[in-house]
């Protein structure tokens, strides 16, 4: 689980969710993020729209700047 700084929402994240917050420091573009988490999953194709869409989801709950 997640507090969110700006409202206090609780936000209950899963171990991809997790990954994917902790990819999303500044030092990995989306495209590397796609890739790890492909490899990280052994997934057989690359998840471009679903991390796309999980990170402008963080960045509206202010998860993510």
Excluded: C, W
């Amino acid at each position: 689980m997640l507090k969110s700084p700006d409202d206090n929402q609780i936000h209950v994240l899963n171990r991809t969710s997790v990954l994917l917050l902790e990819l999303a420091n500044g030092r990995h573009s989306v495209e590397e993020m796609v890739a790890i988490l492909q490899a990280a999953f052994s997934l057989p194709y690359a998840p471009e729209d679903e991390v796309r869409d999980f990170l402008d989801l963080a960045v509206q709950a202010g998860l993510v700047e």
